[in-house]
Nanobody, 116 residues
Framework: QVQLVESGGGSVQPGGSLRLTCAAS????????MAWFRQAPGKQRELVAS???????NYADSVKVRFTISRDNAKNTVYLQMNSLKPEDTAVYYC??????????WGQGTQVTVSS
């Protein structure tokens, strides 16, 4: 079992930056693939970025170059650095974890609002 707690959301102007943090507890963090998802109002939840247990990363086309996912296994933490934010990045961002197969564990979400 893994518990995930996100933090770092907030309001920012277009072009600004935010760093989201996901703190994990309850299991061997290093074996899990971690990811950030987001869900905007009226839209389906979408995968933003993922990072494997050995550090391989994948990004949605819409955030490539602008967002960076990273992890610190010593701190049981995964990060999402978001730069050059756009209004269309506005969403609730969720941290998720899997040891294989479906995304089994989810955080409660953190709101990101990009607006002038």
């Amino acid at each position: 079992q893994v518990q995930l707690v996100e933090s770092g959301g907030g309001s920012v102007q277009p072009g600004g930056s935010l760093r989201l943090t996901c703190a994990a507890s309850g299991s061997i963090f290093s074996i899990y693939t971690m990811a950030w998802f987001r869900q905007a109002p009226g839209k389906q939840r979408e995968l933003v970025a993922s990072i494997s247990s050995v550090g391989n990363t994948n990004y949605a086309d819409s955030v490539k170059v602008r967002f960076t996912i990273s992890r610190d296994n010593a701190k049981n933490t995964v990060y999402l650095q978001m730069n050059s934010l756009k209004p269309e990045d506005t969403a609730v961002y969720y941290c998720a974890a899997t040891s294989g197969g479906s995304w089994r564990f989810w955080g409660q979400g953190t709101q990101v609002t990009v607006s002038s």
